[in-house]
């Protein structure tokens, strides 16, 4: 939500704005990149990264997060007395269909026993000084038991299996009981720390909701029944413990005929799934769609919305059509469609005038201008398990005219390019170059196919879509942004390019007209290319 103006972070208090914007992250960003956040729950960070980024942001909450399913990350030993076991002796499984451990990474903690050692691995392992509190990867709730349980299961390690011995319900109130004494454990060791749990389910599978502060919905998206999503969203606002700090990770499914290939630029998903989170207290967080093959929790997608300054809300959601709802908030109105269906609303016979906000993404929408009559979409689409999935339509109308154009990110991938913007055109031979110590991405990872920069033989031309004519500075990145200079962009060219060697990611500020005195303004009104 927070814009890094020449490098210094400008601030409100965490609680004073919304939209909320957070991040589940594995780790690989620059810390400028991580400060632009509300929340971020992070697998991989040291305490000196984090006070790097607390540097940039003193409001940002940062959680730390573990597999607490598999008792820590990947490839960490959980102690043989606290595996949770089959009743022929097999380790069980946590993420694959037969149910059997092969490796430490996915063995099972049978939190009957284990409880009380996994709440001293947390203390002993999280810098609690520097991070905020702790998170989960994972923390199946009961639906677990029902779900990822074989018939063979043995909780109490008689060597028979718990189905014959003791019975399904039995089952679900042992898991159940040790899901809860773990969570107790947990908070009283945090004191008044904050703890998110992602149960892999939806609200009401969270146990102890007193306990926990927020919770993680991932595959956040389509409605099958938004009555019931908001009622449970509601429910739990009124039982988890204070300060909350829900994480919702939207991600479209590809079985959505209207969601494009590249997802970054799915604008009316994002809009749908954030107007819906902006009826309660929650957090938002956007992933590309899996059609992409893109890993999970690897990088995000910023959008100008995450930029508007809404304030605090002045009331309650109300349904004011059937499956249509707003929230007033000081600086502006949320709209929300949840049918499947387009709708229209007239907003003639309000006392005030209402705008839509001037974008640089999505200028088709977000124009700047008066509103009178709101024209919402909605379609459905059947999910891979046959289940009906609405995706619907919102938007967020301000109390005055407002401009609000994000950072545009030029990369040589679509991944690490800004929504709405096309990657570098490159023409000759170049080939990915994985360098996470001079390479800017949104994250690193040679394993899940994200690089950094572009390396070979050519040509490469930038062409940013400037949707909002005004004063632009331009940066470059050369392991840090740097500002670009007057020698490399002429007189009335907007477009930047380069030859063999190397081709960097380039990022354009809007900064407004004639507002900002700093070197190397350069003022663009072209639309050079679109999607």
Not at 59 to 76: F, R, Y
Not at 90 to 109: C, E, H, M, P, T
Not at 261 to 269: A, E, I, L, T, W
Not at 456 to 483: H, K
Request: glycine share 10%; aromatic share 14%; charged share 20%.
């Amino acid at each position: 939500m927070k814009k890094i103006i020449a490098f210094i972070l400008l601030v409100t208090s965490l609680y004073a704005q919304y939209p909320r914007v957070g991040l589940f992250t594995w780790g690989g960003a620059p810390a400028s990149h991580y400060a632009r956040h509300d929340l971020m729950i992070i697998g991989n960070a040291s305490a000196d990264f984090v006070k790097q980024v607390k540097a940039l942001n003193p409001d940002i909450i940062i959680l730390h997060t573990v597999d607490w399913n598999a008792g820590g990350h990947a490839g960490e030993r959980i102690p043989l007395e606290y595996q949770l076991k089959l009743c022929n002796g097999k380790n069980v499984g946590l993420y694959y269909s037969d149910f059997v451990a092969k490796d430490i990474r996915q063995r099972a903690v049978n939190w009957t026993v284990g409880s009380e050692w996994f709440a001293g691995f947390i203390q002993n392992r999280t810098n609690l000084s520097v991070f905020d509190g702790v998170a989960t990867d994972g923390l199946f709730g009961a639906e677990w038991a029902l779900w990822r349980c074989p018939d063979y299961i043995d909780f109490d390690n008689s060597g028979e299996p718990d189905r014959d011995e003791h019975g399904r319900d039995w089952i679900i109130d042992t898991y159940t009981d040790g899901v809860k004494r773990l969570k107790s454990k947990m908070r009283d060791m945090l004191d008044d720390k904050l703890m998110v749990i992602n149960s892999g389910m939806w609200f009401g599978d969270h146990q102890s909701k007193w306990t926990q502060n927020g919770a993680i919905i991932e595959y956040y998206g389509p409605s099958s029944n938004y009555a019931w999503e908001w009622s449970t969203y509601k429910d739990f606002m009124g039982k988890a413990r204070e300060p909350q700090m829900s994480l919702f990770l939207a991600q479209p499914k590809s079985e959505d005929r209207h969601c494009p290939k590249d997802s970054r630029n799915y604008f009316r998903f994002m809009r749908f799934t954030l107007c819906k989170v902006l009826m309660g207290n929650g957090y938002y967080h956007y992933e590309p769609a899996k059609l992409l093959n893109h890993a999970e929790h690897y990088y995000n997608v910023w959008f100008d919305e995450f930029d508007l300054d809404l304030g605090m809300p002045i009331g309650e959601p109300e349904e004011i059509a059937n499956g249509v709802w707003k929230r007033e908030f000081e600086k502006g109105i949320v709209f929300l469609n949840t049918n499947r269906y387009d709708i229209s609303i007239s907003l003639n016979d309000d006392p005030i005038i209402l705008y839509k906000f001037r974008g640089g993404q999505c200028p088709d929408i977000n124009n700047g201008q008066p509103v009178d009559t709101l024209t919402l979409q909605g379609h459905s689409f059947k999910d891979w398990g046959g289940v009906s999935q609405t995706v619907g339509d919102g938007i967020i109308l301000m109390r005055s005219q407002t401009t609000c154009v994000s950072d545009i990110i030029i990369d040589n991938t679509a991944d690490f390019t800004s929504p709405g913007q096309e990657p570098l055109k490159l023409d000759g031979d170049w080939r990915q170059i994985a360098d996470k110590d001079s390479g800017y991405a949104l994250r690193v990872s040679e394993n899940h196919g994200m690089y950094s920069y572009a390396k070979g033989t050519g040509s490469y031309l930038c062409m940013p879509r400037i949707a909002v004519p005004g004063d632009y500075q331009i940066f470059r990145w050369n392991n840090g942004w740097e500002s670009l200079g007057t020698e490399q962009l002429g007189n009335g060219n907007y477009a930047i390019g380069g030859d063999s060697g190397r081709a960097d990611a380039y990022l354009f500020r809007y900064v407004g007209t004639g507002q900002v005195n700093w070197d190397f303004i350069y003022w663009l009104s072209l639309v050079l290319s679109g999607i």
